[in-house]
DNA sequence: AAATCGTGGATTTTT
DNA sequence: TCCACGATTT
């Protein structure tokens, strides 16, 4: 197939598809078209350059990317082409190659993959173990000092030698028995798949060697959000051919506090200086407003060098900065406009998406959604592998493909319930310990010691009974669907184990079931790839579940808009983007407010959600917000300050202010609050002094009955009038749909209007 | 083994 | 405030 790259490409895109050898550094805007390079540029060395589908390897930050990637290629080859280019995570990459080297490493090739709470649950057992308190040390803490060492290529050993601390001397002691309890488990965590890669490399030139010659051309992309083992493997993958093509935007870098190195960039340059670099600034995604606005925010940043975006794309609409009395109403305003961007037929829902700084934020538009009758797709929140009853059955799955998976059996040894209790597993716990092996190993020792009915058994007869009934199963599930498919697997795993039983006996067990039946759905259209030929497709499709992300799931053309937290919204876009919570403590997080380093990737953060916009955008934000039970004002984002008012329309509350449909800007937007002049939070201090100076000394004269007018809701009537302890509270409802609400007379911004 | 009580913690979460 | 987890009770 004869491609025309030089069409459609601009100058610096063409550049970078056509420099085939030797290092590249490419530095792509948001919406510079990254995507179209890296698969045009694979194009050209398949058409141009002699290189074979296979001898390219393309890793990205998702697997979504991944076969997003792979199917763009695909409308450009065959079928067959397509199907052999490599497009994969590190981590993806990482796991088929340690299972095709097994033979290599201390671990089987049926190998399990450790998610987060295996790693939570097990690190739990060996700080119980070496006897350190849950209470004084936080587990999670020692599980990112753990997956910290690891993403910078350092052992349990090494560590140990480089401790330097009291917590790092309370790590060390976990970090070599969890190492221990990990490989006896035939297992992995997510940062082993990188670190034992690495070290294969190492150990064993011979096969970094044959990667090496196999592959001539490796790409990286989001290479900013990379870890430091992530880029030695890019590295040694090129090591032979010097072929490594990195695309990434220090600007995007928001991973940090996963170990993500944005220096990694720093050092590229470094390693290879004479790597060529070409920056991608022109924008085809938003307009001149948005990109202008997306630049005032990022560029205050003291940690970085400052990219010339720009953009052949129309002047557009000023950015919507719309200001709602709580979340509730910030939830209903932005339902509203969005009902009427659909009913309107500005905006496909699909092309509609609502961001937010945390999950927690969800909840309220969830239920605006739910009540406007808007359908959603809300990515993360409780993660679809992660649920309770999904979990379960891969777990069963996982210790069917591996029986020492002990943090599988752990689970679902009594789950349902089978009479092994806490106290039971607690013991075989500490037998598999001594003995040095598996739980899965330590029932069979006990069971099949002759004398287990008498007290030399460290268990009673009951226990014991109920072990061997759980042994059993096991045995015979296994035994039984060695020559089922998938599916078939899981059906009998799920009827014999009388798990379908047990979540049809408790409420939402519906639900549960077909959330069971969702994952049926994913094996069934499982299919194995060639580079996977010869290992059980069960412990494939576990790797690919253990390796898949919310985002994955994503549908791009579902009928229904998205609800996505800004992490999850990098490399997307969409039409319409609202950003809700604009407010100090939010966006920026208040964990970032005295870092000053964080306080850079919150504003990362925002630049990459502002970015994610083509042609609308609407910034909202709350009057005061509910937290922890208590409501707190809300000072607007300061990331809000940055954005030049002329490129804004400030409605403050009322959003149908906009002068119509096209949200031309009006010559002087009437301003009902503006966060340039007098803030809500001025506005709001200014009345807390007030209330402080009158104290209980205010009266009130308002009554049920009265006509009232608000700064922000307009016209309403009180409904009803309550003491409470130095204030009133009155609940008004107000006019144009915007319902009841229930308000403190002192804070309110209300005025009694006199009766006609 | 289930039910109840109490305490602590509450960003983001590619894999 | 609200939830989850662990400890304690029955």
Not at 75 to 88: K, V
Not at 192 to 212: A, G, S
Not at 219 to 246: P, S, W
Not at 326 to 345: H, K, M, S, V, Y
Request: aromatic share 8%; net charge negative.
């Amino acid at each position: 197939m004869e491609l025309n790259v030089s069409e459609n490409l601009n100058e610096k895109q063409k550049l970078a598809v056509e420099h085939t050898e030797g290092p590249l550094l490419i530095i792509a805007g948001p919406g510079s078209g990254k995507t179209r390079v890296i698969t045009q540029r694979i194009a050209h060395l398949i058409d141009h350059c002699d290189v074979k589908p296979w001898q390219i390897i393309a890793m990205t930050f998702t697997n979504k990317a991944a076969r997003e990637m792979k199917d763009r290629l695909g409308t450009l080859f065959s079928d067959e082409e397509q199907h052999r280019i490599n497009a994969s995570t590190f981590h993806s990459f990482c796991a088929m190659l340690l299972r095709r080297e097994a033979d290599f490493l201390s671990l089987n090739q049926d190998y399990s993959i450790l998610d987060d709470t295996d790693q939570i649950s097990l690190l739990k057992r060996v700080m119980d173990e070496v006897g350190i308190d849950p209470n004084q040390w936080k587990v999670r803490a020692i599980q990112s000092a753990i997956s910290n060492a690891k993403s910078k290529l350092m052992t349990a050993s090494a560590f140990r030698a480089g401790k330097n601390s009291y917590f790092e001397e309370i790590v060390d002691r976990v970090f070599t028995r969890y190492e221990e309890l990990v490989s006896q488990s035939n297992a992995v965590d997510f940062d082993d798949l990188i670190m034992n890669t690495n070290i294969l490399f190492q150990n064993h030139p011979e096969v970094l060697e044959k990667y090496q010659s196999r592959y001539l051309h490796i790409m990286v992309d989001e290479f900013q959000d990379t870890n430091l083992a992530q880029y030695q493997i890019a590295q040694q993958l090129a090591g032979l051919h010097k072929n490594l093509c990195v695309v990434g935007d220090p600007d995007q870098s928001i991973y940090s506090w996963r170990n993500a190195d944005i220096t990694n960039i720093l050092s590229f340059k470094k390693d290879y200086p004479d790597a060529t670099e070409i920056s991608l600034e022109q924008n085809y995604r938003s307009t001149k407003t948005i990109l202008a606005a997306a630049q005032k925010v990022i560029s205050p940043n003291q940690n970085r060098v400052d990219k010339d975006l720009w953009t052949q794309n129309d002047e557009g609409s000023p950015i919507i900065i719309a200001e709602a009395y709580d979340e509730f109403e910030e939830a209903r305003i932005t339902l509203n406009e969005i009902q009427n961007l659909i009913d309107t037929g500005i905006c496909k829902p699909a092309e509609i998406a609502i961001m937010f700084r945390v999950n927690a934020q969800s909840r309220v538009l969830e239920e605006a959604c739910l009540k406007s009758g808007v359908s959603y797709q809300l990515i993360g929140g409780i993660r679809f592998y992660q649920r309770q009853e999904v979990k379960d059955i891969v777990s069963y799955l996982r210790l069917l493909n591996n029986f020492n998976d002990d943090a599988s059996l752990a689970r679902i040894i009594n789950v349902p319930q089978r009479s092994i209790g806490k106290t039971t597993l607690n013991k075989l716990s500490e037998q598999a310990t001594s003995g040095g092996c598996s739980l899965w190993n330590q029932i069979e020792v006990i069971l099949n010691r002759p004398d287990h009915d008498n007290s030399t058994s460290f268990l009673n007869k009951r226990s014991l009974n109920s072990v061997q009934v759980f042994y059993n199963l096991m045995k015979e599930i296994h035994d039984g669907s060695k020559d089922m498919d998938l599916q078939s697997k899981i059906d009998l795993v799920i009827e014999r184990t009388g798990y379908r039983d047990y979540l049809q006996a408790m409420e939402h067990g519906e639900e549960r079931l077909q959330n069971l039946n969702e994952l049926r759905e994913s094996a069934a259209d499982f299919i194995t790839i060639e580079d996977e030929e010869g290992l059980d497709p069960l412990t494939i499709f576990l790797e690919r579940v253990s390796l898949i992300s919310d985002v994955d799931r994503l549908e791009d053309h579902a009928n229904s808009i998205t609800m996505i937290t800004l992490h999850q919204a990098k490399g997307l876009e969409y039409k319409t983007v609202f950003i809700v919570g604009m407010e100090e403590g939010l966006l920026p997080h208040s964990r970032s407010l005295e870092h000053p380093e964080q306080m850079e990737e919150e504003r990362r953060l925002c630049y990459v959600g502002l970015t994610r916009a083509h042609s609308r955008l609407y910034l909202m934000r709350a009057f005061r917000r509910g937290y922890r039970g208590n409501y707190e004002p809300s000072i607007p984002s300061r990331f809000l300050k940055d954005i030049p008012s002329k490129l804004t329309l400030n409605t403050g509350g009322n959003i149908k202010q906009r002068v119509d449909n096209n949200y031309k800007k009006a010559e002087s937007p009437k301003k009902l609050s503006s966060i340039d002049d007098k803030s809500p939070y001025e506005q709001y201090k200014e009345r807390i002094r007030q209330k402080k100076i009158n104290s209980s000394k205010k009266k009130n004269d308002f009554n049920p009955g009265d006509k009232v007018m608000h700064d922000v809701f307009g016209e309403g009537v009180v409904v009803d009038v309550k003491a409470i302890p130095s204030d009133f509270e009155l609940t008004i409802a107000f006019k144009d749909g915007l319902g009841i609400k229930k308000l403190l007379l002192q804070l309110a911004p209300i005025k009694k209007l006199n009766n006609m």
